[in-house]
């Protein structure tokens, strides 16, 4: 039963980043997975319920995989890594109409999807903080809630105002906002731990 439903989510998913929430039906979605609607609906009452669902969905994979790639893992490799995921994150600008239709069509489905990455990010990078506290990268006297709180709000802002971030190079803007912070709070000796990852540029 759970597999089905999965499987329901994973290509809703991917038919909705390739062509649009609004513009996939559930006709579509059980031809390509070659099942009845009766059987479709045994899961969900119907498409706003699948959007919802299929928002939280893509909220825990992304939880998982960040959990995934930082376990073990000690903070300065964490930022190493998201140095790399950043470099190589896709530009919010590479699947308009999905959040395009999200925004139009399911504005309060798009702000509470909003509203639970700021939370996953502020959680996530909270522990982040604390582990480079205690492993000499980060100042001891930082504020690990107010600072994972403002990153989140870097994110958030980044998300909301796509339309307003056409004619930016949002990667290289989202490098310079994510480099700045952390520029701002790492130790003495995390500077120069981190002056490599960040390198100033003339």
């Known amino acids: 039963m759970e597999d089905i439903k999965q499987n329901i989510l994973e290509t809703s998913l991917e038919l909705f980043k390739q062509y649009g929430i609004r513009s996939v039906s559930i006709d579509d979605i059980c031809r390509r997975l070659g099942m009845s609607k009766k059987t479709f609906y045994q899961y969900f009452p119907g498409k706003t319920e699948l959007v919802e669902e299929v928002l939280l969905f893509l909220q825990q994979r992304s939880l998982e995989c960040a959990h995934k790639y930082t376990e073990g893992k000690s903070a ?111 130790s003495t000796e995390g500077a120069e731990l981190l002056k490599n990852e960040f390198p100033e540029k003339n």
Request: net charge positive; with cysteine; charged share 25%.
């Open 76 to 186: 300065l490799e964490c930022v190493r890594l998201l140095q790399k995921v950043h470099s190589n994150i896709e530009d919010v600008h590479d699947k308009p109409t999905f959040h395009y239709d999200l925004q139009k069509y399911y504005p309060k489905q798009y702000k509470q999807h909003l509203h639970n990455i700021h939370n996953n990010i502020r959680h996530i990078l909270e522990q982040h903080l604390r582990q480079g506290i205690k492993e000499g990268l980060y100042r001891k006297s930082l504020d690990v809630e107010m600072c994972a709180t403002m990153y989140s709000l870097i994110q958030y802002m980044f998300v909301q105002n796509e339309n307003e971030l056409k004619s930016v190079d949002v990667k290289r803007l989202m490098s310079f906002a994510i480099s700045s912070f952390f520029r701002s709070i790492v």
